[in-house]
């Protein structure tokens, strides 16, 4: 039988792997791919839907590589808490949360909290529509968006993937050796 302890690090792992290959994805695949997009107001709402489902995934990732390694390394006797383990736990946090709120610091932390808790659970904390609201149509004009700042929005947004990308890549390779040396 596997040890609980051994299983969560390996998973951990995993969900650290699988959120660099998202990253990694996300800056040299999705992203290039929306600005091939005929017109800048589609453009600008694919970029919108690509970034709250990959904030969304990304973090759901971290949390679960956190809650993992964070109890392998508590429920661990002393002689097996090794610090490889609170190396992938710093990194994955500021490969998650730390740039995403660097990047999105012009929104301010409260504005930025609500965004996260937003995206990541699908609650609306915001007031609730009123019935007049919900019954005008919006039409998105292609007037309305302007392409070099829809062009500046997928540049930022690239960026920050490709730092992720190769943030959480470190925290993998060292959570690899970890792993590799981890002896019974």
Known sequence: M????????FVGTVSLGLLTGLSYSTSSITIPALKLLPTSSTASRCLNEVKRLNRKH??????????????????????????????????????????????????????????????????????????????LVLVDSEEDVNGESVQR??????RMHLVRAWISGIAFSVGIVGLWGDKK
């Open 2 to 9: 596997a040890c609980p302890i051994t299983v969560s690090k």
């Open 58 to 135: 990304t973090l759901n990732f971290s949390a679960l590589t956190n809650t993992c390694i964070f109890f392998a390394y508590s429920v661990s006797p002393p002689h097996r808490q090794h610090p490889y383990m609170l190396w992938m736990y710093v990194l994955n946090t500021v490969s998650s949360y730390g740039l995403d709120y660097y990047f999105n610091r012009h929104l301010g932390l409260k504005n930025w909290v609500i965004e996260v808790v937003c995206d990541t659970t699908g609650l609306s904390l915001g007031k609730s529509p009123s019935k007049k609201e919900e019954d």
């Open 153 to 158: 929005e997928m540049d930022r947004e690239r």
